[in-house]
């Protein structure tokens, strides 16, 4: 029986020109899982799978940078904070006297 090659994920990412991060971020995605395993928290990449993952891991940055550009072309819709909020604001308390005791309106009814 003939043992595949794998590689670590700091491996995989010097053969592919990327850093071991941006791979791992690609390998989480549904295409990348498909073409790795894991032994505990580690990936085990079969060395026959770094062109399959070249090829993902470009299609995965270019939908990423298509993504920014997207966001970075639309208006912000989100209003800006003023400072007026109801939430900001502290609720008004009533004072009592030295010689006056709290007392509950559900005993009054």
Do not use: C, W
Not at 31 to 57: C, F, H, S
Not at 100 to 105: A, C, F, R
């Amino acid at each position: 029986m003939a043992t595949q090659k794998t590689l670590s994920t700091k491996e995989a990412a010097d053969k592919l020109g990327t850093d071991p991060k941006s791979l791992r971020v690609f390998l989480r995605t549904p295409e990348g899982i498909a073409l790795v395993e894991r032994d505990g928290a580690r990936y085990v990449i079969p060395a026959a799978n770094v062109p399959k993952i070249a090829k993902g891991l470009a299609a995965h940055a270019k939908r990423a940078e298509e993504r920014k550009a997207k966001e970075a072309a639309e208006p912000d819709l989100e209003p800006e904070d003023d400072d007026t909020t109801p939430d900001d604001e502290p609720e008004e308390l009533e004072e009592l006297g030295e010689d006056e005791e709290p007392t509950d309106e559900e005993d009054d009814e």
